[in-house]
């Protein structure tokens, strides 16, 4: 297929880019700088857009089959200003508002549009177990994931099939939460965050890009789907998984007045809970390939 893929630099998009490539599909990266377009060396296509000036090249769309998009501000790349909660809201919102409505513009539109999201859109939900029909919540992300869902609306009424990705947090060695705690417990400085009694809701990066192309593969799969592994695990337990993994004590808890020094707004979803599983996911017949967290922690550092 010819298929178009936004954030295709980053840690999910590279990997997805790479699956796909292997796999003889054309690529269409939406790229941001002018010396990215046109035929790359790795052979993807570069087709532009400024997503905060809602601009697009929509002749270079032409032919895509399917879009995967990725686009976004990283969450945790900076200290949350109020300049910087803008950032992340506008590249979420705009960006998907800029491609859903040139995806309708076309003659003939993909047939699947699978939209990034995230598990935050639940908000705090302690250790209550959280599937695809719990409510949204009310805190910063959760608004946000609402608007960034909301956006692909025109897509969805112009018929194309439209699957929304709640990603939880992705554990891989060369980027995402790997890329930051790693490096630490290797240098036996890791620790719990807070008290460790926090869920998170792991994937790996492999069962990341598989369900991706699964929802782009599979058809009549539309609506929000967790992408998360069926076991979430608190904090602590990551943690002692982590450090037996890698043969390295974790003696160094991070109080949580020392999060929030450091992180500020931040470092209540650092501290705060997602036990999300992939309820639709499983009943569609995904398969995880590390379905457990100590299997996520595992490819994570091998």
């Known amino acids: 297929m010819r298929i178009a893929v936004t954030g295709s630099t980053g840690l999910i998009g590279s990997a997805l880019v790479r699956s796909l490539l292997t ?11 002018r010396s990215r377009t046109g035929v790359q ?5 570069g087709v532009g857009w400024n997503p905060a000036r809602l601009e697009i090249d929509r002749a270079g769309l032409a032919g895509v089959e399917a879009v995967v998009h990725l686009a976004g501000a990283g969450v945790g ?3 949350w200003t109020e300049a910087y909660k803008r950032e992340i809201r506008d590249s979420r919102v705009l960006g998907t508002e800029t491609l859903a409505a040139a995806l309708t513009d076309l003659k003939e539109p993909p047939r699947v549009l699978v939209s990034g999201s995230a598990v935050g859109y639940y908000g705090q939900t302690g250790d209550q177990v959280i599937d695809e029909r719990a409510p949204a919540g009310d805190d910063f992300l959760a608004r946000i994931c609402v608007e ?14 439209v699957a929304h990705a709640r990603t ?19 240098l036996g400085l890791g620790g719990r965050l807070g008290d460790g009694h926090q869920y998170w809701s792991l994937i790996s990066l492999e069962d990341e890009v598989a369900a991706l192309r699964y929802l782009v593969d599979t058809p009549g799969l539309s609506g929000a789907f967790n992408l998360a592994g069926p076991e979430p695990v608190t904090n602590g337990a990551m943690t002692e998984l982590l450090g037996a993994a890698l043969g390295r004590p974790t003696p160094f808890p991070v109080p949580q007045f020392a999060l929030k020094a450091a992180l500020g707004e931040m470092a209540v979803e650092v ?5 999300v599983v992939p309820e639709r996911l499983l009943e569609a017949g ?13 490819a994570a550092v091998a």
């Open 23 to 33: 796999d003889g599909h054309e690529v269409v990266r939406l790229v941001r700088q």
């Open 41 to 45: 060396p790795d052979g993807t296509v």
């Open 77 to 79: 790349d900076r200290r």
């Open 148 to 161: 960034w869902e909301a956006a692909t609306a025109p897509a969805e009424r112009a018929g194309i099939r």
């Open 168 to 186: 939880g947090l992705v554990l891989a060695p060369g980027g995402g939460a790997g890329g930051r705690l790693l490096p630490l417990f290797r």
């Open 271 to 275: 501290t705060g809970s997602h036990r």
């Open 286 to 298: 995904f398969r995880f390939r590390q379905p457990t967290a100590e299997a996520v922690v595992r």
